[in-house]
């Protein structure tokens, strides 16, 4: 009878602990898959801060680029009076123009995308690198416009070399992955020369349509790249005319070394758009 009570006793027992191991071990899974859920959104947060080619907080001045493309393919410029601004600076960060550049964008309020070159960012060390951040952090949008700029490397006998075009602007994709955050990705891409100016593209469309990539080039300039240097005051004039009769203008300019008239055009650029009713948008 003694024997019985403890046998049931030990079985008590053995219940009990069993019971409290198994709400130790929920509880330590739940636990787990808490830390887990807590990780997952953080980087959902991470990635969510940088949509395509801008942070998430400047989607409100970002554009869509395959429609812009589009227009810049068929000419269609007009828009129904409904006007449309895209800054483009290209072959950037510099540490001598691309702070006066972002100076007078913050100053006037406007958005423009950089299409910047990685080994001009590399030529300008922290700085540059800094630069580029503060592009980002600012709304701007950044794009793809290779490594090396290069183009006997890219287009040898102003052919593309697909593989030596890829594996430049993928060298440049992870340069600023590394620099802004590896979440950072962008679509947009600029072909250094421009999309209109090389033989057997063909290629580089199929796989760009394939990735829902897009290349964007322009269809208005001031020319700070083209023949004689000019000042201030001629660089706005061109782009001014340049611009005239288009509802949509995606304007080429640069911010790379050299190009201190750009920075000062700038300004009278600016406001001959604000004057004329268009609005400020970024390529993403
Ligand atoms: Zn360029």
């Given at each position: 009878?003694?024997?019985?009570?403890?046998?049931?006793?030990?079985?008590?027992?053995?219940?009990?602990?069993?019971?409290?191991?198994?709400?130790?071990?929920y509880?330590?899974?739940?636990?787990?898959?808490?830390?887990?859920?807590?990780?997952?959104?953080?980087?959902?947060?991470?990635?969510?801060?940088?949509?395509?080619?801008?942070?998430?907080?400047?989607?409100?001045?970002?554009?869509d680029?395959?429609?812009?493309?589009?227009?810049?393919?068929?000419?269609?410029?007009?828009?129904?009076?409904?006007?449309?601004?895209?800054?483009?600076?290209?072959?950037?960060?510099?540490?001598?123009?691309?702070?006066?550049?972002?100076?007078?964008?913050?100053?006037?309020?406007?958005?423009?995308?950089?299409?910047?070159?990685?080994?001009?960012?590399?030529?300008?060390?922290?700085?540059?690198?800094?630069?580029?951040?503060?592009?980002?952090?600012?709304?701007?949008?950044?794009?793809?416009?290779?490594?090396?700029?290069?183009?006997?490397t890219?287009?040898?006998?102003?052919?593309?070399?697909?593989?030596?075009?890829?594996?430049?602007?993928?060298?440049?994709?992870?340069?600023?992955?590394?620099?802004?955050?590896?979440?950072?990705?962008?679509?947009?891409?600029?072909?250094p020369?421009?999309?209109m100016?090389?033989?057997?593209?063909?290629?580089?469309?199929?796989?760009?349509?394939?990735?829902?990539?897009?290349?964007?080039?322009?269809?208005?300039?001031?020319?700070?790249?083209?023949?004689?240097?000019?000042?201030?005051?001629?660089?706005?004039?061109?782009?001014?005319?340049?611009?005239?009769?288009?509802?949509?203008?995606?304007?080429?300019?640069?911010?790379?070394?050299?190009?201190?008239?750009t920075?000062?055009?700038?300004?009278?650029?600016?406001?001959?758009?604000?004057?004329?009713?268009?609005?400020?948008?970024?390529?993403?």
């Amino acid at each position: 009878m003694k024997n019985k009570k403890l046998i049931i006793l030990i079985l008590a027992l053995i219940v009990l602990i069993g019971g409290t191991g198994k709400t130790i071990s929920y509880m330590q899974e739940q636990k787990r898959i808490k830390i887990e859920q807590e990780k997952q959104a953080k980087i959902e947060a991470e990635k969510r801060k940088y949509m395509i080619g801008c942070s998430n907080d400047a989607k409100q001045f970002s554009y869509d680029a395959k429609e812009i493309g589009k227009r810049l393919d068929s000419y269609k410029y007009s828009n129904d009076g409904k006007k449309m601004v895209f800054l483009t600076f290209d072959d950037g960060t510099s540490t001598t123009v691309t702070p006066q550049v972002l100076k007078t964008l913050k100053e006037n309020d406007v958005h423009a995308t950089f299409f910047v070159t990685g080994s001009n960012i590399e030529k300008g060390g922290e700085k540059a690198k800094d630069l580029l951040k503060q592009e980002l952090a600012e709304g701007h949008a950044i794009a793809n416009h290779s490594y090396s700029h290069d183009y006997k490397t890219l287009y040898p006998n102003r052919t593309l070399d697909f593989n030596a075009f890829k594996a430049d602007f993928d060298k440049n994709d992870k340069l600023l992955k590394d620099i802004l955050g590896k979440y950072f990705s962008t679509r947009v891409i600029r072909c250094p020369g421009g999309h209109m100016s090389w033989k057997g593209m063909d290629t580089l469309d199929t796989y760009l349509e394939k990735n829902n990539m897009v290349s964007i080039d322009w269809n208005s300039l001031n020319q700070d790249a083209e023949g004689p240097k000019k000042v201030a005051s001629q660089l706005s004039d061109i782009a001014i005319k340049e611009s005239k009769d288009k509802d949509i203008v995606v304007l080429l300019m640069h911010d790379t070394y050299g190009k201190e008239e750009t920075a000062k055009a700038l300004p009278q650029i600016i406001k001959y758009f604000k004057d004329n009713g268009y609005e400020f948008k970024t390529l993403r």
